[in-house]
Every structure is written in C-alpha cells, then in structure tokens.
C-alpha cells in the first residue's frame, strides 16, 4: 500500500480531507477547554455508523442504519459537552442551508464527556459549530488539543488521566479507494502502540498502569469517568448503505487494537461513515467492503495513536487541571 504523506522527512501519514470532497474544520471555546470538529461533505456522502460503548451520546444515528430511508449527509459534528452539545448540530445545519446545500440537511453527532476537565467553561453551542463550519478547509488537519480534542483525556479507571486529543490519518490502495479516519480520543482504557502503551493512566511514579492488568487482577477501581472515543472514516469508494454501515463496523477492529480496555460501560464509542462513491472498484462487493473496511481499521488505529501523541506534551490531568 503506498501511504499518503504530510511530511515524506517523518514519514507522518495524511488525513481525512485526503477524500476529496471532505471538509474539516475545528473551533475551540475561550478556554481553549472543549470544543467541536466539523466534518462536511458538501456534494453529500452515503452514510454509515458503529455504536458499540455502552454509554453513547449521538444523534440522528437510527437514519443512517440500514433500512431507513435514503437521506444523504452533509456533515457529522463531533463534539465536547457530553449530552449538553448535542444541540450544537443546530449551527452546522444552519450554515449547510446559508449555502444552499440542502433545506433539511441531515448532520448527524456524537459527543465525548470533557465535563471535568472543561470546569465551568460553557458547553459547545450552535455558534461555536457554526465557527467550526466557517474554518473548514481541505487543507491539513491540525491535530491535538483542537475542536472536539480539545478537553480529551485517556486512562481513567486506574491511577492518574492523561490528555487526549484529535488524530487523523488516511491511506491509498494502488488502483483504489482512498480510506482515511479522523478520531476524538477520551478513552477510559489505554492506548496501545505496536504491544506498547504510550498514553494511559499513570501511577505516582509516572509509570503506565497498564489498567487491562488491573482489571483482570481483581484490582477494585477507585473512580469511573465516563468517557468516549468517536470518529470518522471517510473513501472516496462507492459503497450502499449497507456497506457503508459494514464498513464502519470493520473499522472498529482499529480502535480495538490501539485501545484497551474498550468499548466499556462506561465509553460512547462512535463510529461514522461517510462514502463519497467518486471511485468504483472493479472487484465484488464483498470483495470492496472487506478492503475498505480493513483499511479504516489501519488508519482508524493510526489516528487514535496520533491523537493522543499529538496532545499539549504528554501531561497528567492533575497537572494540567492545576491552570
């Protein structure tokens, strides 16, 4: 596969407007403690989505599923504020219909808890969304404490938190598609690198806990934050809605991989899928859903990876919810 380059001298791989079509813009509030990122898709996408935390904070998710009806999307908001920011979605729809995209257009949203770390900054509203819609751009993808990453933390059974963030990453397969993801990481596990953890809970020492030990050790846990990792993966490939929602299941295996545990009671964990269909692969459709669905898991894990490598250092929580 030939990777999608940022930056050929540290070999840092692309992002999600690497789909042409796709926008991303971001907007933080005054705090600079929570925020929103906007992914829009003027000329719409088929959509797809994986909910598997058994804490989920979405909207409009029973559309896109398969059987409903055949609305395209223009645009997912992912954002801060827990349940408060749902209603930000106003602020991408109204900036959607300003520009005459669609009267109704469908957005759907998935949200993280950043409560504690946000403190009493307000949660994410129709005006920061509109904002976030207003700096979208096919352009690079700032990566770390920006738009929805901005209050993410990681690690939060065991031990002492650690900022969280925004990843991306996108890949193309010779003669095929273009995959790229796009994560919001605020993971109540670990994050795991090739069998290595490289963000997580800490112990007094600065040390990882390795939380997954823990857990099977018997360890009893001394607090539960809820928690969440939400994304988007994005392919220029035409796909149905169907396997759209395939695809978004079969990306699930990235987070699964670069976080443990997962997909606890305690997280939302969201996945969103937007197919473009300006490629068509000459392959059967079984054949199309398992190759793109196996290559948002690759860039879906490489974004949760950069999301939390790509934080303000690699700070503990308490350190940080000092200022």
């Not at 904070?57 to 009806?69: F, H, K, L, V, Y």
């Not at 609305?71 to 645009?75: E, I, K, N, S, T």
């Not at 949760?304 to 999301?307: A, K």
């Given at each position: 596969?030939?990777?999608?380059k940022?930056?050929?001298?540290?070999?840092i791989?692309?992002?999600?407007?690497?789909?042409?079509?796709i926008?991303v813009?971001n907007?933080e509030?005054?705090s600079?403690r929570t925020?929103c990122?906007?992914?829009?898709?003027?000329k719409?996408?088929?959509?797809?989505?994986d909910?598997?935390?058994?804490?989920p904070?979405?909207?409009?998710?029973?559309?896109?599923?398969?059987?409903?009806?055949e609305?395209?999307?223009?645009?997912v908001l992912?954002?801060g504020?827990?349940?408060f920011?749902?209603?930000?979605?106003?602020?991408?729809?109204r900036?959607?219909?300003e520009?005459?995209?669609?009267?109704?257009?469908?957005v759907p949203?998935?949200?993280?808890f950043?409560l504690?770390?946000?403190?009493?900054s307000p949660?994410?509203?129709a005006?920061?969304?509109?904002?976030?819609?207003?700096s979208?751009?096919?352009?690079?993808i700032?990566?770390?404490?920006?738009g929805?990453g901005?209050?993410?933390?990681?690690?939060?059974i065991?031990?002492?938190?650690?900022?969280?963030?925004?990843?991306?990453a996108s890949?193309?397969?010779?003669d095929?598609?273009?995959?790229?993801?796009?994560a919001?990481v605020?993971?109540?596990?670990?994050i795991?690198?090739?069998?290595?953890?490289?963000?997580?809970?800490?112990?007094s020492?600065?040390?990882?806990?390795?939380?997954?030990?823990f857990?099977?050790?018997?360890?009893?846990s001394?607090?539960?934050?809820s928690n969440?990792?939400?994304?988007?993966?994005?392919?220029?490939?035409r796909?149905?809605?169907a396997?759209?929602?395939?695809?978004?299941q079969?990306?699930d295996?990235?987070?699964?991989?670069?976080?443990?545990?997962n997909?606890?009671?305690?997280?939302?964990d969201t996945?969103f899928?937007?197919?473009?269909?300006?490629?068509?692969s000459?392959?059967?459709?079984?054949?199309v859903?398992t190759?793109?669905g196996?290559?948002?898991a690759l860039?879906l894990e490489k974004a949760?990876?950069?999301?939390t490598?790509s934080?303000?250092?690699?700070?503990?929580?308490?350190?940080?919810?000092?200022t």
């Open positions: 596969m030939n990777v999608k940022q930056n050929s001298k540290d070999n791989w692309g992002g999600l407007t690497d789909v042409p079509g926008l813009g907007a509030d005054k600079g925020g990122t906007v992914i829009l898709c003027p719409g996408a088929v959509p797809g989505v909910v598997s935390g058994g804490s904070g979405t909207q409009n998710t029973d559309i896109i599923r398969p059987g409903a009806s609305y395209p999307v223009y645009g992912l954002t504020g827990s349940f920011g749902l209603p930000a979605t106003g602020g991408v729809m900036w959607l219909v520009h005459k995209i669609d009267e109704v257009p469908l949203a998935a949200v993280i950043d504690l770390y946000a403190k009493d949660p994410p509203d005006a920061l969304a509109y904002a976030a819609c207003q979208a751009s096919a352009g690079p700032k990566e770390g404490n920006v929805a901005a209050g993410a933390t990681i690690g939060k065991y031990g002492v938190p650690m900022k969280g963030g925004l990843g991306t890949i193309q397969i010779p095929g598609p273009v995959v790229a993801a796009l919001v605020n993971a109540l596990g670990d795991w690198n090739r069998g290595h953890i490289i963000a997580g809970a800490l112990n020492d600065g040390t990882f806990v390795n939380q997954t030990r857990m099977m050790e018997g360890v009893p001394p607090l539960y934050y969440t990792t939400i994304a988007v993966v994005a392919t220029t490939e796909l149905t809605k396997e759209a929602n395939r695809v978004a079969l990306s295996d990235g987070m699964a991989r670069a976080i443990s545990p997909h606890t009671q305690w997280d939302g996945i899928c937007l197919a473009l269909g300006t490629h068509t000459n392959m059967s459709r079984d054949a859903v190759q793109v196996t290559a948002a860039v949760i990876i950069r999301g490598g934080t303000i250092g690699m700070y503990a929580f308490k350190e940080i919810m000092r």
